[in-house]
């Protein structure tokens, strides 16, 4: 006989423990979920269930008399599911009661995904309830879990730093870009050789609404390529100069031995644009652009390193969040805790629903 | 004495607004900014008072003395952040003026300044004269303290300090165009009472300290201007002689009022 709150578990796969290589052969994709969530709470046992399926994470939640049938039952799910031959045992966890409702508060509030603090994971959970929900496999157990876990994340966001600050390159020349330009929108973009990280950051700062992108590289094709791929528009490597007048964002990752921009030719560039504001993304090594430029006014440069160094200072903050994240869910667990020790009280359930 | 525990009220609520406006730039909560805003609000309406029974009490517009022309310089400033703030959504620039005007006010309290100056009658011309110029220092005020907020933001995107600060402050361009619109703003209001000057009818000597004093800052304002309108100086210069302007004025206006000659003006009605 296991205990009431004992009901409530949670377990699966996720990237702490397994690859990417096994977690896409496992990852559901949404038009999959009612159907699987059919299956899964059939084949594992459960009264209620929540599929949750993302890039680093395939979990499930579930209200249950038999945890032990759950957690054997649910490896045997995803080879027949996906119908594949991997044994997915020993990658497995399954955690009940108490340890279950933390680990969800946890989740929701980003504190257990690969980037701290990151908040894509909350709506996805919106998501993978809403869908289980609206197909009717939830039930008191899980629809107070879920709500309450929801809570808890909109508390730790909002009373702690730990969705503050971009970890990533790209993200950070776009908020540092906000800070410079306000709103994108305006804003014009030139990428100067047609690198990787170039174009990520391209991807980023477009995503953000900037209306036109010139790409220029020494080979002519390649910039054409990227132009393409990004919506913009390829500028041969002789005109870049001259372009660069019209642009309020550059980036740069050529693989040129010397400074492909000067603080002497940028001088000029500067009395011609007037008093815009111009922002310079050094992402190549050796570095394309004197830092001397950094010098001028109205005009802001970074390199690789300070934009590193950034998402690096970001993401140490956010992981000094945890702790005081963790003090923040203490009094959402002890309440759904609480909640569930009255279910087995006599009468309780029948107040509860009047 | 009764106004003077109004100012004195204000000034506290000021020195208050200043210490959450610090608060609030370091604590990046955005609903912060605008606890500052009201506490600033609260020690504008005891300013306020202030003035509204000093004005009663003395039958003028309450600037006859340094100790009411200072109540008076800082009360203009708090108004103009009161209009700016809510219109470009920069409740932050209230972490700013609110120190500013706690020094202006303590200054003003705290010095044997508030010496009774019975005036006749001085009739609307002057009276809006001395008040426009007074409002106008108080938009050129803010325009300074807009300026001192993009210079501290400039220098965070420069250097690469990416602090509480630099997520609390708006964008560089956002405060560049308010800083712009403020100055010019500041300008006009300032020239339409210092031209009034020229309308007054008055005895004896004209009063050469304020007038050349008015005319160095009414140029320096307006050399500002005019680089500015033509895109010559790069937006951290504009800052920087903004708030070189405004400090100018800070260090020289209480002086000059001490030491220019009372002007002489003939009895009406």
């Known amino acids: 006989m296991i205990s009431t709150l004992d009901q409530v578990i949670c377990g699966g ?51 249950t008399s038999g945890p032990t049938q759950a ?25 009940r009661g108490e340890p279950c409702v933390e680990h969800l508060f946890s989740v929701a509030s980003g504190l257990k995904s690969m980037v701290v603090g990151e908040t894509e994971i909350l709506g996805q959970l919106k998501d993978a309830y809403d869908i289980a ?19 808890a994340a909109k508390s730790v966001r909002s009373r ?62 390649r910039a054409a390529a990227l132009a393409q791929e990004l919506g913009g528009t390829a500028v041969r490597w002789e005109d870049w100069e001259a372009r660069a007048v019209e642009v309020d964002i550059m980036i740069s990752s050529t693989s040129a031995p010397h400074y492909v921009l000067t603080a002497e030719k940028l001088e000029g560039l500067v009395r011609q644009r007037g ?9 190549a090594v050796p570095r394309d652009f004197e830092p001397a430029i950094n010098l001028l006014d109205d005009v802001y440069l970074y390199d690789i390193d300070d934009l590193q160094s950034i998402a690096q200072g970001h993401l140490r903050s956010r992981q000094t969040e945890i702790v005081r994240s963790v003090e923040i869910l203490k009094p959402h667990v002890e309440r759904y805790l609480h909640w569930a020790s009255r279910q087995g009280e006599p009468g309780f359930a029948n107040r509860m629903q009047a | 004495m009764r106004d003077h525990l109004w100012l004195f009220l204000a000034t506290l609520g000021y020195l208050a607004s200043a210490g959450w406006g610090l608060y609030a730039l370091g604590s990046r909560r955005p609903l912060a900014n605008s606890w500052t805003f009201l506490l600033i609000l609260g020690a504008f309406l005891l300013h306020t008072a202030f003035l509204h029974e000093r004005g009663e009490e003395i039958g003028h517009c309450p600037i006859t003395n340094l100790f009411e022309t200072l109540a008076f310089f800082s009360w203009s400033l708090v108004l103009t952040y009161l209009v700016v703030g809510p219109a470009y959504r920069m409740s932050i620039l209230g972490a700013f003026t609110a120190p500013v005007v706690f020094l202006i006010n303590f ?4 010095t044997p300044v508030d010496v ?100 160095v800052v009414w140029a320096l304002y307006a050399v500002l201007i005019v680089v500015l309108a033509a895109g010559r100086l790069s937006h951290k210069k504009t800052a920087l002689l903004s708030v070189a302007g405004y400090v100018f004025i800070l260090l020289t206006f209480w002086g000059i009022n001490s030491l220019s000659e009372a002007h002489v003006f003939p009895h009406e009605g």
């Open chain 1, 13 to 63: 796969l996720t990237f702490e423990k397994t690859a990417v290589e096994l977690r896409e052969k496992v990852a559901f994709r949404a038009s999959q979920l009612p159907a699987a969530l059919v299956e899964m709470k059939r084949e594992l046992g459960l009264h209620e269930a929540v599929l949750v399926s993302t890039c680093n994470r395939v979990e499930y939640f579930g209200a």
């Open chain 1, 133 to 151: 929900r609206s197909e009717g496999q939830t039930g008191k157990w899980l629809n107070r879990l879920f709500q309450s876990s929801f809570a």
């Open chain 2, 116 to 215: 009774p100056n019975a005036l006749p009658h001085l009739g609307w011309t002057l009276e809006l004269h001395a008040t426009l110029a007074l409002l106008g220092f108080g938009v050129l005020g803010v325009a300074a303290l807009a300026s001192v907020a993009y210079l501290i933001q400039e220098h965070q995107l420069k250097r690469h300090v990416l602090g509480s600060w630099f997520y609390s402050l708006p964008n560089v361009g956002r405060l560049e165009l308010v800083q712009q619109h403020v100055l010019v703003w500041g300008f006009a209001i300032f020239s339409g009472g210092a031209a009034l000057g020229f309308f007054i009818p008055h005895r004896g000597p004209d009063d050469w300290v304020k007038i050349v004093w008015s005319g």
């Open chain 1, 275 to 283: 008093r815009r504001p111009l922002f310079l993304i050094d992402l």
């Open chain 1, 160 to 221: 702690t730093a730990i969705t503050r600050g971009s970890v990533s390159v790209g993200s950070v020349a776009v908020e540092l870009a906000e800070k410079i330009f306000g709103d994108l929108r305006g804003c014009r973009v030139m990428v100067i050789g047609a690198g990787e990280t170039s174009e990520r950051t391209a991807r980023a700062l477009l995503s953000h609404g900037l209306p036109s992108i010139l790409v220029a590289n020494r080979t002519h094709e």
């Open chain 1, 71 to 95: 957690a054997e039952a649910w490896p045997a799910f995803l080879r027949r599911f996906h119908n594949i031959a991997e044994d997915f045992a020993a990658p497995s966890f399954q955690l």
């Open chain 2, 107 to 110: 200054f003003a309290l705290s």
